[in-house]
T-cell receptor, first 114, second 112 residues
């Protein structure tokens, strides 16, 4: 099992450019999440998908969109990147039932917007 | 605002000693709690989950939960240099659709 995978690992964008961060999990988990992590701010939830076909806003959704493509894949799109979106982005997934909310994280994408 | 509070540290502990990490939470509706370890430049890794009041032990790790005091702790016995990392505390409701609230983490340093 690869667990949770994310692409790309690193990305540099210019202000105004767009990009999509990809996430996939092979653990048959129902729920998937996108977080950003900034120094001193901890993990902040951007969007989450409790199950295939549903998405909901988290704490900091402005400037982002998401797509739950199928049960395995959950993508995060920046339509017009801004320097404030420079951060490390983590995707996570969690099962339902026993162990619900135990989240398993991907390796992260380090994004710099200049 | 539902919050999970942790001392940012750094907490410095000698090798072989017990490291004690603490966390408080404001939402009385929180039912499940988690400790994640995050090495510098890496992603968070789940190390303990606790759902009931009391202690839960797993190897050198013990998680403690006191819902009346809204307090969660993690004890690491026989601390090793490899335990040096940032430890994130998190809380959530029972529902699988619940959002987890993370603390900002405590940086732990184990000195040889």
């Amino acid at each position: 099992n690869a667990g949770v995978t994310q692409t790309p690992k690193f990305q540099v964008l210019k202000t105004g450019q767009s990009m999509t961060l990809q996430c996939a999990q092979d653990m048959n988990h129902n729920s998937m999440y996108w977080y950003r992590q900034d120094p001193g701010m901890g993990l902040r939830l951007i969007y989450y998908s409790a199950s295939e076909g549903t998405t909901d806003k988290g704490e900091v959704p402005n400037g982002y969109n998401v797509s739950r493509l199928n049960k395995r894949e959950f993508s995060l799109r920046l339509e017009s990147a801004a320097p404030s979106q420079t951060s490390v982005y983590f995707c996570a997934s969690s099962p339902v039932g026993t162990g619900a909310n135990e989240q398993y994280f991907g390796p992260g994408t380090r994004l710099t917007v200049t | 605002q539902k919050e999970v509070e942790q001392n940012s540290g750094p907490l410095s502990v000698p090798e072989g000693a017990i490291a004690s990490l603490n966390c408080t939470y404001s939402d009385r509706g929180s039912q499940s709690f988690f400790w994640y370890r995050q090495y510098s430049g890496k992603s968070p890794e789940l190390i303990m989950s606790i759902y009931s009041n009391g202690d839960k032990e797993d190897g050198r790790f013990t998680a403690q939960l006191n819902k009346a005091s809204q307090y969660v702790s993690l004890l690491i016995r026989d601390s090793q240099p490899s335990d040096s990392a940032t430890y994130l505390c998190a809380g959530a409701g029972y529902s699988s659709a619940s959002k987890i609230i993370f603390g900002s983490g405590t940086r732990l340093s184990i000195r040889p």
